[in-house]
């Protein structure tokens, strides 16, 4: 039996498993962290059991992360998923920082050495810069890296 | 998606106007890259949702038959379109609207260009390479060649037709017309390997 991809071969549209395999020359040796709510059930979950695999098999290294956080927090992120749908939706300022608390309290576990955050003092911006891998929460990653660096003085 | 729906027509005549241009693009020149193997009704999603779901066929047939690959650019494009809906709306008493169907949801979308590093020398090589490649690059050399370099010519017509290519100007005069025909990305590509095939069943075929 060939490579995972390789068998999507058998039936990917004709090129398409090449042109995937081209795409990954340009990311390969790159690392991903994928930080979702749960590692099963759930359509997130269900795509990274298959699609962490082959982003290995293309040279990606991947590392799957869970967050866990209130059901205010589920409530508030359900509520960018429907904006980003197209859908209306009201954000208030507790919506807000309670997202931002469970992203950073997230992000001093993954990053596993908040005391060492804490002495690096001023460079602590840059260590976050080239350890957290910034995602589609750009702003709120930017947020955390000021308020880490703050408490770090 | 820009969070833009039409639920009736002049609505989307209002939203087209104002939507950033790949949101044109997306809608009408990418329904031939998002539909590979067969078009439907028409081949554009303006045409489609208009006679689908507004039920207003007349119009769809009026803006089924805009190729976009003949305006110079997207702009020229959007025009015309508002131009066909302006005009339409202007006769009916009532404006047509989807009651139950689904709205027209405005989405935009990048094109991003991949060095594929297929380099080919004969036509041989050329007819090889095409009947393998990802279709996407039927769409970037047939289609979308056409946006870059104006409506007279697409990549492989060039590279068939030039003195400094394969120097087969019989070839890229058949080609060219392939782009033409209203077919999908995967009837254009078996249409030329088909045209490949004749030729190089003809002795002294580079």
């Known amino acids: 039996m060939g490579s995972m991809l390789e068998q999507y071969g058998e039936i990917a549209p004709r090129g398409t498993v090449d042109f995937l395999r081209r795409l990954a020359q340009r990311v390969a040796g790159k690392r991903m962290i994928h930080v979702n709510s749960t590692r099963h059930g759930g359509g997130v979950a269900e795509i990274l059991h298959r699609l962490l695999p082959l982003l290995e098999e293309v040279g990606v290294k991947t590392c799957w992360e869970v967050m866990t956080g209130s059901g205010f927090f589920y409530r508030t992120t359900k509520n960018f998923h429907n904006g980003l749908q197209g859908s209306k939706q009201r954000i208030t300022p507790d919506m807000y920082e309670a997202y931002l608390e469970c992203n950073r309290e997230t992000a001093k576990r993954l990053l596993n050495e908040p005391d060492r955050m804490a002495a690096l003092g001023r460079q602590a911006k840059e260590y976050a810069r080239h350890r957290f891998l910034i995602t589609r929460h750009l702003q709120d990653n930017l947020a955390l890296i000021i308020l880490l660096s703050q408490g770090a003085r | ?206």
């Open chain 2, 1 to 206: 998606m820009l969070g833009k729906r039409a639920l009736d027509e002049s609505r989307l005549l209002e939203i087209i106007e104002e939507v950033p241009s790949d949101s044109i693009y997306y809608h009408t020149h990418s329904y031939y890259l998002r539909h590979p193997y067969s078009q439907g009704l028409f081949p554009n999603d303006f045409a489609s949702w208009v006679a689908l779901h507004a039920q207003d066929r007349v119009l769809g047939e009026r803006l089924g038959i805009l190729d976009p690959f003949e305006f110079e650019n997207i702009e020229q494009l959007r025009d015309e379109i508002m131009t066909i809906i302006a005009d339409h709306l202007s006769h009916l008493g009532t404006i047509p609207r989807c009651t139950t169907g689904e709205p027209f949801e405005f989405v935009r979308s990048h094109v991003i260009e991949v060095d594929l590093d297929l380099e080919v020398w004969r036509l041989r090589e050329f007819r090889k390479a095409l009947a393998r490649v990802e279709v996407g690059a039927v769409y970037n050399h047939v289609c979308e060649a056409r946006l870059r370099k104006g409506r007279l010519s697409d990549d492989f017509t060039g590279w068939l037709s030039a003195k400094e290519g394969l120097g087969l100007p019989d070839l890229g005069e058949q080609v060219v017309k392939v782009g033409r025909l209203g077919l999908s990305l995967e009837g254009m590509r078996e249409r030329i390997v088909r045209l490949c095939d004749r030729f190089l069943g003809t002795p002294g075929s580079p």
